[in-house]
């Protein structure tokens, strides 16, 4: 059942015998005063609905652990060991200074229930409606947007190791598939099964051996009556045993496929990361953690986490969606597609983002013309090129210089096709056009650079005490643990700017 605080000081109470020593203006003195104001009792009454049993540790004193424990990056067991021998913790909980704390499961239980709930980010929406009371963001009409990579909780997994254990754990969860016969592997001992890992063909049996024991198990169970996680476990087999081989020489023969699929699974303990270069010569393997922030006051307004290899423009509008039309949408080249442009146009909103850079040909001279050297009439429906010969954009969105480009003297610096040049043009050209001459004539590149540089401060903070490595497994999990970060951030920013609480309300004392 719910647990409920007590409004009546403790004949211990930290706050009434130490609350001195915390320091004043920090984020443990704001929650020692504010906390049940903020994390009331009803704001999570539906996680525990029924009346009877052992009641759960108060709300407030919860939330303000969940906090804590986020704005200093602590597991479970040193957040309960700080409420319980750190002054600081006591007086921001308001338990007294004999207070033995609970059980770090409760916070685990605290999570799950939070997750599963139809408000999961319900911590960082009650400061962010405190934001809303202040006011402090009503004038303010720009948001930067940006992402950046985090590390997951576990080892990225070879295609070998993923076999096997996603086998051993089919066979020990799954009793059909433990009748199943296997030969390439004894799946109850424990590590990466022996082979002359320097032989290819070694190498090449073993994987065949591996591959052909998966496909017996999931043809023996194609059939078997299996409950939500059985299915989800045969449906991780199945694409483990295919994303990273092909069929080899011999038919019934399996080799590791060059390259690497699409959306590949990097670990079957964690199924939901995924394998992401944040640049070409480096990469993460992980999830990435996405962020709206109004660049004056570094207030993070919305957050998100995806798979790594999640795309940022989508994501980063779906930010947005919430806000009234008008804004200044700061973003680096990450959120210039056209798609992205075009929503944000149609929700009203002003992209200040730096477009994509334009390809250029390596067959070609340092003084090749580019795309903008052309002059487009996207409402005549033509294609004029440098040298003044004009053709028509066909219905599919080509034009095709042909037979014209043969004796032009300025080929060489156009293109190395040898039947001409040929423009593609996609839904939005136009709309990528006027992005790119817009930002060539300086139009909104000095707001950009002037404000974009808070969203790089925020990312820090918020990846800061540990925080660049996730903690836990999967997409739900560590999107409810981003936004716990991010009340805790916001928190420590809005008291920075003089948050109080008066007779009118929540309030900042400078704005």
Same mark, same amino acid.
Not at 199 to 206: M, V, Y
Not at 383 to 399: F, L, M, N, R, Y
């Given at each position: ?28 003195? *704001? ?12 704001? *999570? ?172 198990? &999931? ?205 593609? *043009? ?72 003089? &948050? ?12």
């Amino acid at each position: 059942m719910q647990g409920n605080s007590d409004p009546r000081l403790e004949l211990l109470d930290a706050g009434a015998l130490v609350g001195h020593l915390v320091p004043d203006g920090s984020v443990y003195a *704001f929650l020692a005063e504010h906390r049940r104001r903020l994390f009331p009792d009803a704001m *999570f009454a539906d996680l525990f609905p029924s009346g009877r049993g052992r009641p759960s540790v108060p709300a407030d004193v919860v939330a303000t652990v969940m906090v804590l424990q986020a704005l200093e990056g602590l597991s479970d067991r040193d957040a309960v060991d700080a409420l319980r021998t750190d002054i600081k913790w006591k007086v921001a909980a308001g338990v007294s200074l004999a207070d033995e704390g609970f059980h770090p499961t409760v916070l685990t239980l605290w999570r799950n229930r939070l997750r599963v709930s139809d408000q999961p980010e319900r911590i960082f929406d009650a400061v962010r409606a405190v934001v809303a009371e202040t006011g402090v963001l009503a004038k303010r009409t720009r948001r930067a947007l940006d992402s950046t990579l985090l590390d997951d909780a576990v080892a990225t997994q070879d295609t070998v190791t993923q076999l096997v254990s996603v086998i051993r754990r089919a066979r020990r969860l799954i009793p059909a598939a433990g009748e199943v016969a296997v030969t390439a592997h004894d799946y109850e001992a424990g590590g990466k099964p022996v082979c002359a890992w320097d032989d290819p063909d070694a190498r090449n049996d073993l994987v065949t051996g591996l591959v052909n024991d998966a496909l017996a198990i &999931l043809d023996r169970l194609e059939t078997a009556d299996l409950d939500a996680q059985q299915a989800e476990l045969v449906g991780l087999l199945a694409l483990v045993a295919g994303q990273d081989v092909e069929p080899g020489d011999t038919e019934g023969t399996w080799r590791i496929a060059r390259g690497t699929a699409a959306n590949r699974v990097i670990s079957t303990v964690d199924p939901e990361a995924r394998h992401m270069h944040k640049s070409p010569s480096e990469y993460r393997d992980g999830y990435k953690a996405h962020v709206a922030v109004e660049p004056e006051t570094g207030i993070i307004t919305g957050c998100d986490l995806t798979p790594a290899n999640a795309g940022d423009g989508p994501v980063g509008v779906a930010l947005l969606a919430d806000e009234k039309p008008g804004l200044e949408v700061l973003g680096d080249a990450a959120y210039g597609s056209g798609p992205v442009r075009a929503e944000l146009a149609a929700a009203a909103h002003t992209a200040v983002v730096k477009p994509w850079p334009l390809s250029r040909n390596p067959r070609l001279g340092d003084d090749q013309f580019h795309r903008d050297d052309f002059t487009v009439d996207h409402h005549a429906g033509t294609v004029t090129c440098p040298q003044g010969q004009t053709v028509p954009i066909s219905p599919k969105g080509h034009a095709t210089f042909g037979a014209r480009c043969r004796q032009c003297p300025l080929r060489s610096r156009c293109t190395a096709s040898q039947t001409g040049k040929t423009f593609n *043009f996609t839904p939005h050209d136009e709309l990528l056009m006027q992005a790119r001459a817009d930002w060539r004539n300086g139009v909104g590149v000095d707001t950009y650079r002037h404000y974009r540089p808070m969203v790089e401060r925020t990312i820090a903070w918020i990846v800061a005490n540990g925080h660049r490595r996730v903690r836990y497994r999967g997409v739900e999990r560590n999107r409810l643990g981003l936004s716990l970060r991010a009340t805790a951030i916001n928190l420590r920013r809005l008291i920075n700017l003089g &948050l109080h609480h008066g007779p009118n309300g929540w309030a900042i004392t400078t704005t």
